[in-house]
């Protein structure tokens, strides 16, 4: 499935597209009961011909009144439109929190640094975060631009010294570089910092 933003999938898949918002709905299988100002009674009056006639639908948003004229078959077809982008959210959220997207999101910049903070992790803490980023390399650094590693230490490690183009062999290159990365390293209350200005230092870096 396309790696796409929340407002780009929205805009292809989403309600407003298919005109499936409530108001959108309510316009295409009926129309809106009027109200008009009555200068005798001093207040607005709505109509009462429909009163009786039609279906009515009452918004709880505005208070607004519709009188429902769809036939039974046009307003199933407005369920079945409903029931698919319903599916479509469903496969937008079981994407989202799936694999590498569960931990880090999604990755929209094309240029990014990611600074590696593994602090005092016990050994299987680290392997875990390994797996965690190996899992990210592969699923979505790969469908970027450019990119680069840093760990945050006491003697600061980067995986090459500026952002570097993705391809299959760099994002192989940076799994391998992350697994020979040494469980204890010293450490000082600025590696974080220090980390993330060195990667703020590259001026094509994003994210």
């Not at 316009?27 to 100002?37: M, V």
């Not at 975060?129 to 945050?152: G, K």
């Not at 940076?174 to 000082?188: I, P, R």
């Amino acid at each position: 499935q396309p790696l796409v933003s929340s407002s780009q999938w929205l805009q292809h898949y989403g309600l407003k597209r298919n005109k499936l918002s409530l108001s959108q709905i309510l316009s295409q299988i009926g129309f809106q009961h009027r109200k008009d100002y009555v200068t005798t009674l001093g207040k607005p009056v709505a109509s009462r011909y429909a009163d009786g006639l039609f279906p009515q639908y009452k918004r709880a948003q505005d208070g607004s009144v519709y009188n429902l004229t769809a036939k039974k078959e046009l307003i199933l077809h407005f369920v079945d439109c409903l029931i698919g982008a319903i599916e479509l959210y469903k496969q937008r959220m079981e994407w989202l929190t799936s694999e590498s997207r569960q931990i880090f999101g999604v990755i929209q910049e094309q240029c990014i640094v990611i600074v590696l903070d593994f602090g005092t992790a016990a050994p299987s803490e680290f392997d875990l975060c390994r797996d965690a980023l190996s899992m990210v390399l592969v699923e979505q650094v790969i469908q970027i631009s450019r990119f680069n590693l840093i760990r945050a230490a006491q003697d600061l490690l980067k995986w090459q010294q500026k952002c570097t183009p993705v391809s299959e062999h760099t994002v192989k290159s940076a799994v391998t570089w992350l697994w020979k990365l040494d469980h204890m390293t010293a450490v000082s209350h600025t590696s974080s910092a220090e980390a993330l200005l060195e990667a703020m230092g590259d001026e094509a870096v994003s994210s």
